[in-house]
């Protein structure tokens, strides 16, 4: 239990339809990232927020789309995707990108798969 | 890309200290030397991160060379369950970013 809980575990979806990814971390911490997972690749960085701000947009198609209503919850929307996109989504938090280190707290992934 | 160099794999005996190694060929003075490890369908795990001195905490131990071109991350008594991918990072500590690069890793394997 690292204190990041990410839901769904799994999901399936078709390239026509509309889903999203959420993450919630019970750590007190005000930045929040999304990572990506392919197989046989490096983890990828896709987003970073910290207090709520987007401050790193790591190139991302616009068929992912991040939410951050506050410091706690951070969602990733999904529209249009392709196969290639399947892949292990991982959430990650740490303490905030000013005062904090590079101790990442990360939960347990959603397996995406895109038919 | 990943800065650092990692052998892809190792094999270490139940019991037995695992020495992972690392090197950092191109490390500047402001970045520590981080290490995450990744257990088989779960989310990376923070370790342990050092600067220039050696540091020690419940889960491991981290040694890094005087030029700091180089470290070693040992699990003192390996056990099954640090079957995973260990990574090394440099992690420039400054204000305002923390984009930790994720390379391959070395996929540590210990054996009964």
């Known amino acids: 239990e690292t204190g990041v809980t990410q839901t769904p575990r799994h999901l399936v979806m078709g390239m026509t339809n509309k889903k999203s990814l959420k993450c919630e971390q019970h750590l007190g911490h005000n930045a929040m990232y999304w990572y990506k997972q392919s197989a046989k690749k490096p983890l990828e960085l896709m987003f970073v927020?910290?207090?709520?701000?987007?401050?790193e947009n790591n190139s991302v198609p616009s068929r992912f789309s991040p939410e951050c209503p506050n410091s706690s919850h951070l969602f990733l929307h999904l529209h249009t995707l392709q196969p290639e996109d399947s892949a292990l989504y991982l959430c990650?938090?740490?303490?905030?990108?000013?005062?904090?280190?590079?101790?990442?707290?990360f939960g347990e992934g959603s397996r995406l798969t895109v038919l | 890309d990943a800065k650092t160099t990692q052998p892809p794999s190792m094999d270490c005996a139940e019991g037995r200290a695992a020495n992972l190694p690392c090197n950092h060929s191109t490390i500047s003075g402001n970045e520590y030397v981080y290490w995450y490890r990744q257990i088989h369908s779960q989310g990376p795990q923070y370790i342990i991160h050092g600067l220039k001195n050696n540091e020690t905490n419940e889960m491991a131990s981290l040694i890094i060379t005087e030029d700091r071109k180089s470290s070693t991350l040992i699990l003192p008594h390996a056990t099954l369950r640090d079957t995973a991918v260990y990574y090394c990072?440099?992690?420039?500590?400054?204000?305002?970013?923390?984009?930790?690069?994720f390379g391959k890793g070395t996929k540590l394997s210990v054996i009964p």
């Open positions: 990650a938090s740490s303490q905030d990108l000013t005062r904090g280190t590079g101790e990442l707290f």
């Open positions: 990072i440099d992690l420039y500590s400054g204000a305002g970013s923390y984009q930790l690069t």
């Open positions: 927020y910290n207090f709520k701000e987007q401050t």
